[in-house]
């Protein structure tokens, strides 16, 4: 989660903007493996401790939780975000003592990333590095030079940066599978009461971390929020299964990751446009500025939804707390402690500021993802609030480009209501799985999800297509690159059998047709599921064959004595995608509920999360 601290470069002990010295070195970290680390266990505590560390480690800002500690008074930091730190120092000798002083570091609070170090030197007396006629005369050469070093040195990883731990230790941790070294007393070993479960101390250290940033979420999301009908606290969940499992069922979740398209071209564009050529450090300052409220915009879309969801809740005195909405898969029933306290299927995850993932239950996952689309689209004109994060970084954007090149949003009657936005369009990748499942399969399925509608979306406008957001899921619980494939095959087919991934509005569109209760010919056609059975026993096997189904469906009007109908312009693939979401689709008309050009501030600490030190200037 990006800090507030990189609003500007900062030198250490100052307040004032520090320009960059005309000679010294660039040091740039990039953490390898942040996904894998933050999901490699089983609990949402372990996700969101995981997260949280890793922003911590690249903290610059905080001196008890952070690394301020690490960073010296001649240090000017200009790059402070979740994974990624970039700073500039006088000399070689103190760039060196830099880095050895904060990998010890990272080896020693999460020993499973790895760091992969670049030094830039620069000026009058700087040494040329391999393959380099000469030095980069000034900081910003020396920027742009960075990451080929980077890459550079991430091709050159050894075996020496791989953490060599002691196996000398018989308990084995449940997480990880490494040498237990402490005890978490909250939870039980294998289900057996009074056995404290073995855990390794960097997992005990993420957990804490875990408990303090949820707490601080729970406030700084939920603060304000209302329900459909009474007043009960809300809280999020730290364990999958409080995500709206239904016990004795076979339940489900979704894992939802929401990535931005094109962020290193937009930073890259902002910062030659923002920069003055003639201040040293300035292209890097505006960039770290636009950063800070992206990470704003993600941290701002992640307490829409979780409000979005909090105001769909009735929690009547008389019953338990449900979520009801359209669809074969309502209501839902939500998790209530002892102590009334209701528990919200859904729980963000923000890793690195400019990405979001969504644990939630699968029946929501669909209906979330209109919800943020739709959030992302509003027109910042209607919303007003300078505070909201989307007009902060539309008028930031605006004002670098001239106001031209902003991207046009069609109202919901089609052209009737366009606006222009610059807030950028995001990928979406949506996978499910069973409750229980490591989380890091669903993340990496997920992620490869998105990859592949983003790669749908770049080919789209490469044919001259407008921008939009691009949405991609999967059902399958398997190897990413089996899904891959499967996927590949059924857009070969003829006629193809997915509609797979699906443009933004094409998304839109897709569930207003297919799963929408009152549009005609849908799935769920007032509330109808009775023709579930006949989709999946003889539609659906008549459609992948590649079949015409106009037989059938006149043989099924005459069993039945009604007219079979399907959606409206319905395709194959379209249909085949529909009827697999079919028991899973929830729709609580999340933007009934929570109005998305509602304006929404950026919280108490500035970019909308909990821990920031302030707003972006």
Known sequence: MTRASEQRPRRRGTTAPARPPARGVVVGVDLRGIQAYVYSGRRILDAVGRAALVAELTDTSDRRHGIADLVPEDCVVLRDAGGALTVVLPDAAAARAFTARYTRLLRDRAGDLTPVVAHVAYGPDAPPGEAEAQAPRGVDEALERLPARLRAARRRMSALHTPAHGYGITAVCSVGGGPAESVDSSRAQDERAGVPERVAADVARARGIGRRWHRAHSAAWLAGAATATGRPPLELPMEVDLLGRDHGDLSRIAVVHIDVNGL???????????????????????????????????????????????????????????????????????????????????????????????????????SLTRYALAWLDADPERIGAAEDPRVALHRALSSAHGGAGARTVAGADGADGAHTTFVPTVGVGIAVQPVGAPLSLGYDLCEAMCRRAKDQRVALMEGGAPDDHA?????????????????????????????LPLTGTAFADFLDRYLSVGAPGSLLADGDTRNRSWLVSSLVPLLESGGDPSDELLRRSRVTGARAELPRDWTPGALLDAVEVLDLHLDPDLTAALEPHRPHDRGRTGVGGPLSRGAPA
């Open 264 to 366: 290193g071209v937009i930073l890259g564009e902002y910062r030659d446009r923002a920069g003055d050529p003639e201040v040293p450090g300035s292209g890097a300052a505006a960039q770290r500025r636009l950063s800070t409220r992206i990470a704003g915009l993600t941290e701002g879309l992640a307490r829409a939804l979780v409000r979005a969801v909090a105001a769909t809740v009735r929690a009547d005195p008389d019953g338990p707390a449900t979520l009801p909405g359209a669809g074969a898969a309502a209501p839902l029933t939500l998790h209530r402690s002892p102590a009334g306290t209701v528990r919200l299927p859904v729980r963000p995850i923000v890793v690195a500021g400019d990405d979001l993932t969504v644990l939630c239950d699968a029946r929501l996952a669909l």
């Open 471 to 499: 949405v991609a899921w999967t059902t399958r619980f398997d190897g990413v690159d089996r899904v891959l494939r499967r996927l590949d095959r059924a857009r070969a087919a003829a006629p193809p059998r997915t509609a």
